[in-house]
């Protein structure tokens, strides 16, 4: 089955830009999504298709995806971008999540 | 703004079969082009696909629950349904209803609040 890794955890400082990378075998030749959940709450997509963000999700969030690893990087970290992160992707009639990133800013 | 909303029991006894009903309001399931999809999480850990289903019935499932799930849709009642048959502990999770786009690229847009269903007896 498919499988898309993450590194467990990430730390930023305010202010700075903090990178996700999610790697799966030719993730590139599929679109990758992103989802942002917060303690208590339900994941909320904020990019799609590789790189668009949907209404409402600032622009600090942006991502791309080549080769076997996609990412995400939230440019301006602010406290409230504290949270889990999840890539996405669709694979033989399936979609697979990756395996999350927990965000500190420190 | 489409919403939904899981209902069902909270706690489902181990061999048993798991049942919850996502009610969409706000939009008709049939109007658009979105799969229904099921999600679930563990406490602690990460997100799990569980299976979709189009309003016309199409339906994908996750290969590692295909042979436990059932995934169907109520168009006249504007929900749709999962049932997980012969659940162990390891079912013990919140689960979500979601919408999502026709094409894989769109994603999940739209989630329910989540339910926690926990199998224990």
């Known amino acids: 089955s498919y499988e898309l890794t993450q590194p467990p955890s990430v730390s930023v400082s305010p202010g700075q830009t903090a990178s996700i990378t999610c790697s799966g075998d030719?993730?590139?030749?599929?679109?990758a999504c992103w989802y942002q959940q917060k303690p208590g709450q339900s994941p909320a997509l904020v990019i799609y298709?590789?790189?668009k963000r949907p209404s409402g999700i600032p622009e600090r969030f942006s991502g791309s995806n080549s080769g076997n690893t996609a990412t995400l990087t939230i440019s301006g970290t602010q406290a409230m971008d504290e949270a889990d992160y999840y890539c996405?992707?669709?694979?033989?009639?399936?979609?697979?999540f990756g395996t999350g990133t927990k965000v500190t800013v420190l | 703004q489409v919403q939904l909303q899981e209902s069902g029991p909270g706690l489902v006894k181990p061999s048993q079969t798991l049942s919850l009903t996502c009610t969409v309001s706000g939009g008709s399931l049939t109007s658009g082009s979105y799969y229904w999809s099921w999600i679930r999480q563990p406490a602690g850990k990460g997100l799990e696909w569980i299976g979709r289903i189009y309003h016309s019935g199409t339906t994908n499932y996750n290969p590692s629950l295909k042979s436990r799930v059932t995934i169907s849709v109520d168009t006249s009642k504007n929900q749709f349904s999962l049932k997980l048959s012969s659940v162990t502990a390891a079912d013990t999770a919140v689960y979500y209803c979601a919408r999502e786009g026709y094409s894989p690229g769109y994603g999940v847009a739209y989630w329910g609040q989540g339910t926690l269903v926990t199998v224990s007896s």
């Open positions: 030719k993730l590139g030749d599929k679109y």
């Open positions: 996405q992707a669709w694979d033989s009639s399936t979609y697979v």
């Open positions: 298709q590789d790189g």
